[in-house]
């Protein structure tokens, strides 16, 4: 619970929501209270009228952007069907938290809370005279501003129906993930995966707390938690892995030995995040299969539409460079004096890959597009990587896309990729520049 509430009060939308909320309400309580005749022209002498007329007023204003809330709501659900239905389900909650029709919620929260907050003082003003009434100028500029900037953000939710918009916004989290998030907490760690972290037979097993999925391991609290207590940690499970409450997910051994105390077990346990649902904030693996899931849906025989799987190649591509980019190996953090204190189960650079090509050269058929920029993939990959079997499986992919193209009869449909594939193996051996990059070179004027 302290966790939720945490994370609550850090999410900043809803402070901005309170804060425009009290704003609102303080502007219709102020400006209901001006009951003077030289109110200013612009603020009152165009709607001048009783406290009934007045309220009457409000009240269809109310009404009236309520209705129109509630029209553009619906019409962006088509739209966050279609995405779901075309490209992946999962990304609804993509959908959800970076809708542009979310930006306008505030304005109409600030006009809300104005015209509730005004109707409320006025009913507690007794005055029977026809008068000017700025609070309904007011109230008409606020409705207007939010209805404006709701048509200008429905503009901009139909951009998502572009496909180059969903994997430019997946690749974006994806990137968020590794490098605003993940790559930022181990860095104030010492890790050093070549030093495991060896449990005896007798290690006290670390059971989830709840069902669901492992979301994130604070591993900077995890660390403290369990040095504070002389115990060394191992969490057992990726993030990302679904998992039953009481379920195994690690084991803790006491440095004095013997068992481990509940409390202490209880205080491990906090430091993972289990969630009803993956997010991609902390789960790189999930943004992948995002977008391994656009090329798979592309490729299917109901899509059949190659260039859009390529695209979403594309940026798969430039994932992959990014997550070379992580700590590879289990993240062990050690001790001043060498020995690993905690040590958590994370994705190597050929899992990613492994997830990341799979689907699309299964669907491919031996699409020639599709195959060329898997090769893209492979180079990325065995350049990037800076562990020896992670290239190997870059080679080893190389090798597999090459294979299935010189037993195809139709040689001269893959002539570009053969082309393509001479560079990358080129490039492997070391090679700066191939025949066929010196030839092009030839082509060009002095």
Request: include cysteine.
């Amino acid at each position: 619970m302290v966790r939720r509430l945490r994370r609550f009060l850090r999410q900043p939308s809803w402070l901005l929501l309170g804060g425009l909320v009290l704003l609102g309400g303080g502007l219709g309580i102020a400006l209901a209270r001006v009951q003077a005749d030289t109110a200013p022209a612009l603020f009152g002498h165009a709607w001048p009228g009783d406290i009934d007329y007045a309220r009457g007023a409000l009240g269809a204003l109310l009404g009236l952007q309520i209705t129109v809330l509630t029209i553009v709501l619906s019409l962006n659900a088509p739209v966050i069907q279609s995405a779901a239905n075309q490209y992946s389900p999962r990304l609804v909650s993509i959908y959800l938290k970076n809708a542009p029709l979310r930006r306008a919620i505030p304005f109409f929260v600030l006009s809300t809370s104005y015209i509730l907050a005004a109707v409320r003082e006025l009913g507690l003003i007794e005055d029977a005279g026809v008068r000017p009434r700025p609070v309904l100028s007011g109230a008409i500029v606020l409705v207007l501003v939010a209805l404006l900037l709701l048509i200008v953000f429905l503009a901009r939710t139909f951009r998502f129906l572009r496909v180059e918009r969903v994997l430019g916004l997946v690749q974006h989290l994806i990137v968020s993930a590794t490098e605003r998030r993940i790559q930022a907490r181990l860095k104030r760690l010492t890790l050093d995966p070549a030093v495991p972290l060896r449990l005896p037979a007798d290690a006290t097993s670390l059971l989830a707390a709840a069902s669901g999925y492992l979301a994130e391991v604070d591993l900077q609290a995890l660390t403290r938690c369990a040095r504070r207590w002389g115990v060394r940690a191992r969490v057992c499970i990726t993030v990302g892995e679904y998992v039953d409450q009481e379920e195994v997910i690690g084991w803790v051994v006491a440095d004095a030995g013997g068992p481990v105390d509940a409390h202490v077990l209880r205080d491990l346990a906090d430091t993972l995040v289990i969630t009803p649902a993956r997010e991609p904030d902390c789960d790189p693996a999930l943004g992948l299969r995002i977008l391994v899931d656009v090329a798979n849906r592309a490729l299917s025989s109901s899509s059949n539409d190659a260039y859009t799987a390529r695209q979403a190649l594309q940026q798969i591509r430039s994932v992959m460079r990014r997550l070379a980019g992580l700590p590879q190996g289990d993240w062990n953090v050690v001790d001043p004096d060498g020995r690993a204190r905690v040590s958590v189960v994370a994705l190597r650079l050929r899992d990613y890959l492994f997830l990341a090509v799979d689907g699309p050269l299964h669907y491919a058929g031996g699409d020639p597009e599709v195959l060329e920029e898997v090769l893209q993939i492979a180079l990325t990959v065995g350049l990037a990587a800076r562990d020896a079997q992670d290239r190997a499986a870059a080679h080893a992919l190389f090798a597999r896309v090459l294979a299935d193209v010189q037993g195809s009869p139709e040689r001269d449909r893959f002539h570009r990729l053969l082309t393509q594939a001479e560079r990358v193996r080129a490039t492997f051996q070391g090679e700066r520049r191939t025949r066929v990059e010196r030839g092009r070179a030839d082509w060009l004027p002095d």
